[in-house]
């Protein structure tokens, strides 16, 4: 029977779903990680948002973000869907890179001035530290002052983060601006006594096998989602 508009109900129109492209909500995602919101992070992830977004100003892309946040299983989840990739495509460039004129400008620059690994060992972060280290960010990266990572844990005394840093192969030899190394900055003897051993040790040569080493017997509790 028709109703009283004569259509019968037959003409009626189903809404029709908009679908948003996911790489639309990269800045969302951005926004989620650097509010620390873990849930709508992990809501968009889970929708297939890209690790994608850099700020145009800071640098800082998600993962900066949940390192300086802290926030392991942040850093775990954005590691997986590819949020170093910018760090990693920046590194090789500087290595294959043969000009004498390879200008680097902000965003760049940031991506080895101010990375998640530096930001993990200044949170005093030894679970993000190791999941940054298994993705192959540099502990010899240094800030604009020169400070690299051993640099940053031996001044606040961060025992197993120093320990880890050196047994991925950090340089102990390398000198910030003001010509101090990381042993010169120690804050303690216990982080003099582990720096020492490893200038003993260094050898150029052995890192890659360090890393490797590392990879192998990293603890199973680092990785999971706890």
Avoid at 72 to 92: D, M, R, S
Avoid at 123 to 150: M, Q
Wanted: net charge negative; glycine share 6%; with cysteine.
């Amino acid at each position: 029977m028709a109703d009283e508009f004569g259509t019968d109900g037959l003409g009626d129109e189903e809404e029709e779903v908009v679908k948003v492209d996911p790489i639309t909500l990269a800045p969302d995602l951005w926004m989620a990680v650097k509010a620390n919101d873990t849930t709508r992070a992990l809501e968009l992830i889970e929708e297939g948002v890209p690790a994608i977004h850099v700020d145009e100003e800071t640098g800082w892309n998600v993962v900066n973000w949940a390192a300086h946040n802290a926030n392991g299983q942040l850093v775990k989840k954005l590691l997986e869907i590819k949020g170093a990739v910018p760090y990693h495509e920046f590194k090789k460039e500087q290595t294959d890179s043969k000009k004498s004129d390879f200008v680097k400008d902000v965003v760049c620059t940031t991506l080895v001035t101010s990375t998640p690994l530096m930001w993990a060992v200044f949170k005093g972060n030894l679970r993000c530290v190791w999941l940054l280290l298994l993705e192959g960010y540099s502990p010899d990266d240094a800030d604009e002052k020169g400070n690299t990572c051993l640099h940053l844990a031996a001044s606040s005394g961060q025992l197993g983060i120093l320990q880890a840093l050196i047994n991925d192969g950090a340089n102990p030899f390398l000198l910030n601006t003001y010509k101090n190394s990381p042993l010169h900055v120690a804050l303690n003897t216990k982080c003099r006594d582990i720096i020492q051993a490893a200038m003993e040790n260094y050898s150029p040569g052995n890192v890659a096998q360090m890393h490797a080493d590392n990879i192998e017997f990293v603890s199973i509790s680092v990785l999971c989602d706890c």
